[in-house]
């Protein structure tokens, strides 16, 4: 059984830090590419930041600079550090799991819950 499991999420103010995981189980999480997908009120789901399973990044232009996307592998776990965080990072982020180890596109075979960032001025 797969699961995703995110963590870290909460209220924080402006200009405030997160750091997000994402546990990993029932699959080979050093062989799938991996990705952070936030979902704001009324919007809809969007990529943020993926990594490969060779640790290729990508990151979505409104988080350059602010949020690092990484991996431990021995851990099967993600991570995602958000520095400076603003309003509008203010969503539901999704941990996503894809099967394609080098696609930085992930498109989720397998997702989590979600946890909860409000970020408040």
């Known amino acids: 059984q797969v699961r995703l499991v995110e963590s870290g999420g909460g209220l924080v103010q402006t200009g405030g830090s997160l750091r997000l995981s994402c546990a990993a189980s029932?699959?080979?999480?050093?062989?799938?590419?991996m990705a952070w997908y936030r979902q704001a009120p009324g919007k809809d789901r969007e990529m943020v930041a993926s990594?490969?399973?060779?640790?290729?990044?990508f990151y979505e232009d409104s988080v350059k600079g602010r949020f690092t996307i990484s991996r431990d592998n021995a851990a099967n776990t993600m991570y995602l550090q958000m520095n400076g965080l603003k309003t509008e990072d203010t969503g539901v982020y999704y941990c996503?799991?894809?099967?394609?180890?080098?696609?930085?596109?992930?498109?989720?075979?397998?997702w989590g819950e979600g946890t909860q960032v409000t970020v408040s001025s």
């Open positions: 996503a799991a894809d099967s394609v180890a080098w696609r930085l596109a992930v498109k989720g075979d397998y």
């Open positions: 029932g699959i080979m999480f050093n062989t799938y590419s």
């Open positions: 990594i490969s399973a060779g640790g290729s990044t």
